[in-house]
């Protein structure tokens, strides 16, 4: 048995399966992977990493198997799935994912040869655990890996309260006890008729309170400009780096943040967006362009289409290739809005019950903005060919940038 002290959950106790995952070299990569990647160039504070998250989300798990007292293997299985659901994730955490699985086919949660081999499948032998069932409950296969990896799961439990202790935005703050203790195994709740985690009768609230809470961190944290500016350029430094080196996606995939920087700093064709970041001189918003001024053609420009557009931006404002990032976010969605919650004794979506969902889409959509960023000293001729090529209103823009003006201390950064 180990007990850690924990920055959000006080004391937490490991024993069993997971405390001899802990020490295993998977895990304790985690160490060495930030949960919020280059958030921390806007919250200084936030360094915490993927291995303490990993920790919260064990406890939590045990916390919920005491509830629904769920024991013996299926508790085991659950608890190491918990220990081990962010194995996969390659440096900055999701940041690269896009990046990897256009050239590997794989996301962060296809753990199953990291799973079922070397020490880890070893380690989950020894005990008795079958590492193929862990695999699958990590991709979200089977009713109770809705635990894990679900739409109101202990994960979000543990990265949103996490994420705000660590950046000082008390946004994201919910009580995990409550929550815990109203999940609830009903059979039938799933849409093939099986068991499904729901929340229990009479705690819409507690849901919603999940849903709130993020949709409040989201534009104050993870999508704040300066975040997603070094989150661009950081994948810019990636592609790059795969594109002139030996360096393959699959040992991408398997570096820590510490190995990946130390990568593209070495590698001539990305020097210069390395140094731009270890010395926070980031690239600047051109264009800052809500959803609706975004055509829903460059909204629905896939990768290819995307660096196409980004080349015919430079070549209009004259600039290098390299001058230009086109940042396209996915169109908004909701997947916790699909949790089943009880009221009256009947199994609902939460969508169907809970009026603040549909608030909560319309906040989404008015967050959504579309982002061109250059060196501060081509945003203007990168701004005015973006608009262009793009078919922006420029004086829609403008307007644009005047409303994004900062409202509070946390927002203020350098244009």
């Known amino acids: ?3 850690v002290k924990d920055t959000v959950h ?5 024993d069993g399966v997971g405390a001899a995952l802990l020490d295993t070299p998977p895990v304790q990569r985690l160490r060495h992977i930030s949960q919020l990647g280059t958030v921390q160039l806007v919250y200084p504070s936030a360094n915490h990493t993927r291995f303490e998250h990993s920790l919260g989300v064990y406890h939590l798990a045990r916390r919920a198997l005491d509830h629904l007292g769920i024991e013996g293997r299926r508790a085991d299985r659950i608890e ?22 256009r050239r590997t086919g794989k996301y962060h949660d296809d753990v199953r040869t990291l799973v079922t081999d070397g020490v880890v499948g070893d380690t989950l032998r020894d005990h008795d655990v079958d590492p193929s069932r862990v695999a699958s409950l990590i991709a979200g296969e089977g009713p109770y890996a809705g635990l894990i990896s679900g739409e109101l799961d202990v994960d979000r439990m543990d990265y949103l309260v996490r994420d705000a202790y660590h950046t000082g935005v008390p946004y994201g703050t919910i009580d995990t006890g409550r929550f815990v203790r109203e999940l609830a195994f009903v059979e039938g709740a799933a849409e093939d ?22 949709a409040l961190m989201n534009p104050v944290v993870y999508t704040h400009h300066v975040a997603r500016i070094s989150k661009a350029m950081v994948r810019r430094a990636a592609a790059d780096l795969l594109d002139t080196t030996a360096t393959t996606a699959e040992e991408l995939r398997r570096m820590d943040d510490h190995d990946f920087l130390a990568a593209i700093r070495a590698c001539p064709a990305t ?22 001024d975004v055509p829903q053609r460059v909204r629905d420009a896939d990768h290819a289409e995307t660096l196409s557009l980004e080349t015919e931006v430079a070549e209009m404002a004259d600039v290098d290739r390299t001058d230009v990032i086109l940042d396209i976010p996915a169109e908004p969605t909701m997947r916790e809005s699909t ?15 809970s ?18 960023y250059a060196p501060s000293a081509a945003t203007d001729r990168v701004g005015r060919a973006a608009a262009e090529v793009l078919d922006l209103d420029p004086d ?17 950064d350098t244009e």
Not at 339 to 353: D, M, P, S, W
Not at 396 to 412: I, K, N, Q, S, W
């Open 1 to 3: 048995m180990v007990t």
């Open 10 to 14: 006080d004391h937490i106790t490991v």
């Open 80 to 101: 190491a799935a918990a220990m081990l659901h962010d194995v996969g994730h390659g440096p900055f955490s999701h940041n690269l994912e896009a990046l990897t699985h």
């Open 193 to 214: 008729g099986g068991p499904a985690l729901v929340v229990d009768e009479g705690n819409v609230q507690t849901a919603e309170s999940l849903l709130l809470a993020r």
């Open 271 to 292: 020097a210069d967006l390395s140094r731009r970041y270890d010395e926070r001189a980031l690239y600047k918003r051109a264009v800052w362009a809500e959803y609706d």
């Open 339 to 353: 949790a089943r919650v009880t009221v009256n004794g009947e199994i609902r979506r939460l969508e169907r019950q």
């Open 355 to 372: 009026p603040l969902v549909a608030a909560l889409r319309t906040a989404q959509k008015n967050q959504w903005r579309l982002g061109v």
């Open 396 to 412: 829609a823009l403008v307007v644009e940038v005047r409303r994004a003006l900062p409202t509070t201390l946390a927002e203020f």
